[in-house]
Structures are given as C-alpha cells and as structure tokens.
C-alpha cells in the first residue's frame, strides 16, 4: 500500500468528518430540534387556552355584572311603574289585584289626566273591569287592562307633550292610535290607553283556594257583597293575564319598549 499524501490525508479527513457531523445532526441535533418544536407548540397551544379561558372568565364575569345591574334596574323600575301583588300567596295577591282594580287604578288615572290643564279634555272617563270573585285567578304573571280613549283639544305642541306627559304616570302604559284634527290653535286629539302591570313573587308556591259549592251568584262565597258594590265603577273594558304588550304604531309610557311600527316612543 503506497503511503498517503497530505492531500488524500485531508481528504479522507474532511469526508470522515463530514459523514460524523451529518450523523450527528440527524441522529441527535435533529430529533432534539423537532421535540423543541413540539414543546413550542405545546407550549403555545397551553398559552391559547389559557388565554381563552381567561377572556371567558372575564366575558363570565361582565355578562354576571350586567345580569345583576340588569336585575337592579329592573327592581327599581318595577318598585316604581308596578303595583305590589305578590302571588306567592293566593289569598294576598287576590285582595291586592282588587285593591288595584277597584280603589287605585282607576281614579289615579283619573286624576292624573284631569291634572294636565294645558289642554282642554273632551273625552277621558276611565272603566276597569271587575276583579275576579275566584282568589285562585288572580296568579296571572300580567295584567292588561284596557280602561279606554281619551279626547283632549289643544296646540299641536301642547297635544304632544300632553301624550308623552303619560311617560311619567307611575304605571306602565301604552299609548296607541294617536290621531289630529281639525285646525291649530284648536286641534284634536285622540288616543287609547293600554296599562300593563306585572306580579311578582313564585306562583308555584301559592296554595288554591278550595272554592265552596254553590250557585253563580255567591261565587264560591268569596267577594259577591264587594264586587256588587264596585259595579257602577268598573265598565266593560277588558282584562287579560299573560303574554305580552302587543305595540303597533303607538307610543310607550313609563320608560317602556315600544313595539314595531311607526310612533312616538316615550322616554323615562
């Protein structure tokens, strides 16, 4: 075997070298890069949903917050625009619904509209309907009462701040139908009146009034003296529990939503 010269002794040496190196690389450095590249998206999957969960917590907590400031406010407006019937107990709530119909409703609708002197009143007599004589009918989640039309003669500046005037009445009512005519100074106005008023309390825990037997006219034995004695005072205008305002083209008082359609929203 002749002897190597320093060039093949360089040679052989850089080949041996280059053949090491590259099984070092893909033998060790390359599987170390590619584990380090799975713990780096590991690592940056981890911090995602931590990130997620943290904006969900966060999201959590805020929609938590506006649910309770949306249960304040809604605690303010009812102790301010709603009758307190609580149906939690027949029997209560029974003698609050007909307090309401009978002794509050209707005259302070009355007085409230007869108040308003800018305009001169036409038309604006109010009628309820009779509370129910059977206490177990009185668990309704609402009440709508229909207790008429109203005819006042005025300004048309003076009309419509008599409508929207209805917005700071402490009952939750929808004006509908407004209509003018006539010539200004001396327009005429007429709308209807709508009051919406809800009950609160659990229903579920109200007991039910066992109802005596007997003819139409006692009603179970419950009310026929009281009611009989409010009928000059409640007309025929109708009731209805449940569900919720049909709004058209109208105007909303107290601060509530108004419908669809084409009107005057009122503001709290």
Excluded: C
């Excluded at 959590?60 to 149906?87: F, G, H, L, S, T």
């Excluded at 809800?198 to 009603?219: C, E, F, L, M, N």
């Amino acid at each position: 075997m002749s002897k190597l010269t320093r060039p093949q002794i360089f040679i052989i040496g850089g080949v041996t070298a280059l053949v090491f190196g590259l099984g070092g690389y893909f033998g060790l450095i390359d599987p170390a890069l590619k584990q380090l590249d799975t713990e780096r998206t590991r690592r940056d999957t981890r911090r995602t949903k931590a990130e997620e969960r943290s904006t969900a917590e966060r999201k959590k907590k805020d929609a938590n917050k506006q649910v309770a400031q949306a249960k304040a406010d809604w605690n303010v407006y009812e102790r301010r625009y709603m009758p307190d019937i609580d149906v939690s107990n027949t029997y209560s709530a029974w003698q609050d619904l007909i307090n309401e119909q009978v002794r509050v409703l209707g005259p302070k609708m009355q007085k409230f509209l007869d108040s308003d002197k800018s305009v001169t009143k036409l038309q604006g007599s109010f009628a309820l309907p009779a509370a129910p004589s059977d206490p177990n009918a009185s668990l309704n989640e609402l009440y709508v009462f229909t207790p008429g039309g109203v005819q006042v003669q005025g300004t048309f500046k003076n009309i419509l701040s008599h409508v929207e005037r209805w917005n700071r009445f402490d009952r939750l009512v929808l004006v509908s139908g407004l209509t003018l005519s006539g010539n200004s100074p001396n327009l005429v106005g007429q709308y209807n009146l709508q009051v919406f008023e809800y009950t609160h309390g659990d229903r579920t825990k109200a007991v039910a009034i066992p109802q005596a037997s007997g003819g139409a006219g006692g009603a179970g034995g419950f009310g026929g003296g009281m009611m009989g004695g409010s009928g000059s005072m409640m007309g025929g205008a109708g009731m209805r529990g449940g569900g919720g305002p049909q709004m058209g083209a109208a105007m909303s008082g107290g601060g509530a939503p108004a419908g669809g359609g084409n009107g005057v929203k009122g503001g709290d």
